[in-house]
């Protein structure tokens, strides 16, 4: 039987999950490249409603262990899918985030506009279904509700 060894992330990449603040400036200085003709970074946020229901903050847990190892297995697949990616930056916060907070970064730096959105949208898309992250979203009239992220979102 041959073990699954884990996924070793590349030198040029950069994951993080983080207590502080996210730098949208940081994430893009880390995805650029001069061999980059394009960088698309994609910032979810805290918003202050679901389903018209009023959010007041919402509060973010993962297993970071395992989430890092997610991350690194989605830039392994985009550089499968997408060979002329220069750089994969997947950061996310844990913690209490108050409404506009950044939660999530995704950046890609690439030659090709076109395949630095569809890779960008490839990582946040896989990284909402599968990375052990879970959120708690706290209501207006103070009840609150654990959600998986990958659940938040469902396409119809």
């Known amino acids: 039987m041959k073990t699954k060894l884990p996924i070793k992330p590349k030198v040029e990449d950069s994951f993080g999950i983080s207590f502080a603040p996210l730098s949208l400036e940081e994430i893009y200085d880390q995805a650029n490249n001069p061999a980059n003709g394009a960088v698309v970074l994609m910032s979810g946020m805290v918003r202050n409603q679901t389903d018209g229901k009023p959010v007041v903050a919402l509060e973010y847990q993962a297993y970071e262990p395992m989430a890092l190892q997610v991350f690194y ?25 108050k409404i506009g907070e950044i939660s999530v970064l995704v950046a890609v730096g690439c030659p090709h506009r076109g395949e630095a959105f569809a890779a960008c949208q490839y990582a946040i898309d896989t990284l909402k279904h599968n990375a052990p992250i879970w959120k708690k979203e706290h209501w207006q009239d103070g009840s609150s509700s654990w959600v998986s992220i990958g659940a938040c979102e469902q396409e119809s």
């Open 73 to 97: 297995q989605i830039a392994a697949d985009i550089r499968c899918q997408w060979p002329d990616v220069n750089r994969v930056v997947i950061c996310h916060r844990i913690g209490r985030l």
